[in-house]
């Protein structure tokens, strides 16, 4: 079992992504169920297991598969981290991992993209600690999709980072949209954002 966070109390990060494979994906952890509740898997170097319980909860199936290339576990492999695989829903796979920054988890979904067909940034946490205490949540999909593709990219692209070289206008270039556009987006997001920290908090 991997540890999200040493036993120094060095923070991680845990990550959530949703993955939508290509058509031309072999990969067992969907082609043996489309929608699933429990899936495991085990990759060493270029081959994997995989065991999928369907959302229809009938028995448990098993495959065998190949690391390739165009692999969600390759690229993991490639950056030393642990894809632990929640869910799949119709054929889109809830992946989380923890990763040791916010450089990796750009680098990291960079490296994802280039593989997969689409992969989006869900949730963001922070954990400390050797008993993994989650201190602080972003949950990108309580926002609308436009807020949260604004949201998506600023995170990746560092623009909250301290000292972050990318700016507003690179990023609404990037979206094709103009920067008073991206910047309502952000606002709406992050009100909507801090907002549920201190609904969070009241309860």
């Not at 490296?111 to 946490?125: G, H, N, S, T």
């Amino acid at each position: 079992m991997v540890e999200p966070a040493g036993d120094d109390g060095e923070r991680r990060l845990r990550v959530d992504l949703e993955v939508d494979p290509s058509d031309e994906w072999d990969c067992p952890i969907v082609s043996q169920a489309e929608s699933a509740a429990d899936v495991t898997v085990n990759a060493v170097g270029d081959e994997c297991t995989v065991e999928v319980r369907p959302a229809d909860g009938e028995g448990i199936r098993r495959d065998r598969g190949e690391v390739a290339d165009d692999c969600l576990c390759r690229v993991f492999q490639e950056f030393g981290y642990v894809p632990h695989v929640r869910r799949v829903d119709e054929g889109t796979v809830l992946v989380t991992s923890y990763v040791d920054d916010r450089d990796a988890v750009r680098e990291l979904v960079a490296a994802l993209r280039e593989a997969l067909d689409r992969v989006r940034l869900v949730r963001l946490a922070v954990v400390s600690g050797p008993e993994s205490t989650e201190q602080a949540t972003v949950d990108l999909s309580a926002l609308t999709p436009k807020q949260r593709e604004g949201m998506e990219l600023a995170v990746v692209r560092g623009y909250f980072d301290d000292g972050a070289d990318v700016s507003l206008g690179d990023l609404a270039a990037e979206l094709s949209i103009s920067k008073s556009a991206l910047s309502q987006r952000l606002r709406g997001a992050q009100a909507k954002l801090v907002t549920d920290v201190f609904d969070g908090v009241e309860e």
